[in-house]
């Protein structure tokens, strides 16, 4: 096969796969337009229909168009068919935002639609308090099909063919197979995902209604909260975010929620198919519960200094609350951003961007270094100062246990590095964006961690009136965040191949 | 021969499973009170 017919095909492939997710994302804007219809939002019905046109129009084009194309994956096409229509459909979902009105440009609309997807939740919104149903219906459904991932909503649904399906799934970053089969494995983390949305979404619906909420104002807050902290995303239907709710319960509820959301899904159905003990056992929640801890302790003493929070119970509510938050990348707030910047000390505000840079599991929902390499990390370390006390002709075997035991390698070790290597580096380099605009550092380096581990806690940097070129560094960042390098890399890779031929 | 997935209506393992889960977090909860009891010791 000559050099250009390779990389026709390779294109057509990579064409149709992205078409087929596409469509899929398309076909979500029947929600809502449903629940606009309900609410007789009118013009919100018709700004979704335009938009699913649109959105089905290029889906549907572009699996006509590579029709042709051979249906086998090879690695770099699955990486780059994931990473492509994650562009894709941002601009694709942003259309009926901008036709609301609600944002001020196309930019800003973009930007909210890959915070949605990245389950970053930082906005750009204008009036968010008097948005129609109908669009927080389309934010929040962003959010927790983003958080499962599109690829995986595509394998479950509209993807037959599996050969080379997994390397999508990777593509996403994701990289667990709950189960031999790719597209079982898609279809269990929909299951657990979809248990939970009923479960949580009843649960956080009578904490609604206890509040004297209207019924079905309950039901649909209660829905896309869940939906917010489940797929560890941060988006509310209130600008005040969770505090607006002023109640103690419905923040408890949503606690337990946005941490099991950040759990690994093969954690998940480990533990929901009989292996009990994996939840004492596993890395990533030991680390989990390691750092939590210890970065607790780090906000509390910060915080107690100043006096703010007096009482345990309000320490609780107001430190660990927004430390959680940050730590599971969810960017749920019960205070107002700049009261991170006025009243929360330096020691604290560490406390909280070390959160936001390790965030939750590998495989969840979750953004940031994820505890699986922390751990990793920790491992390797205990295992050197092993090394130097130990007898030269000593033998060490060094374990990790993730649904089963495994030997630390050296492979492990230098994988989990490298990504977390290249995290810093990426919020590094957000941090100076901000700062070169002009940003105090602390605030850039708050901001930064925020958009790198795709958390959505803000200390008040991102909004409307930000600079153009800070919009489309964090978007490129959540972006990146998400897909974990290796896709984006392998974007930069292929057009590398294309334009030099090899 | 073709693969299958582990039945998915097991609710009684699915219950137990979210019970599991939670009580992870209690434990966490309960961590930070103890935490936060401590340092606002007068």
Known sequence: MTGAKKRREALLTIGYYAGRIVTGVGLLMLAPVAVALLYGEWNTVVDFLLGLGVALTAGYGLVHLCYAAPRRLTWIHGMVAASFSWLICMVVGALPYYLSGHWGSYLDAMFDVMSGFTTTGMVLVQDLDHLPNGVNMWRHLLTYVGGQGMVVLALTFLIREMAGAYTMYVGEGKDEKLLPNVRHTAQAIWFVSIVYLVVGTLLQWIAGLLIGMPVDRAFFHGMWVFMGAWSTGGFTPQSANILYYHSFLYELVGVFVFIIGSFNFALHWAVWTGNRKEIFRNIEVVSFFVTATLLFALVALGLAKTGLYATPLLMLRKGWYQLISAHTTTGFSTIYARQFAKDWTPLALAGIIFAQLIGGSASSTAGGYKGMRVGIIAKALVEEVRRLVAPPSAVLVTKFHHIRDIVLEDRHVRSAALIIILYTITWLFATAVGSYYGYPFLDSAFEAASVTGNVGLSIGITAPSMPNLLKVVYILVMWVGRLEFMSVFAIAGFLVWEVRGR | ?42
């Open chain 2, 1 to 42: 021969m073709r693969e299958r997935p582990q039945p998915l209506d097991n609710w009684r393992g699915h219950v137990l499973g979210i019970l599991i889960e939670s009580g992870y977090v209690g434990v966490l909860l309960g961590a930070a009170a103890l935490i936060a009891w401590a340092v606002n010791l007068p």
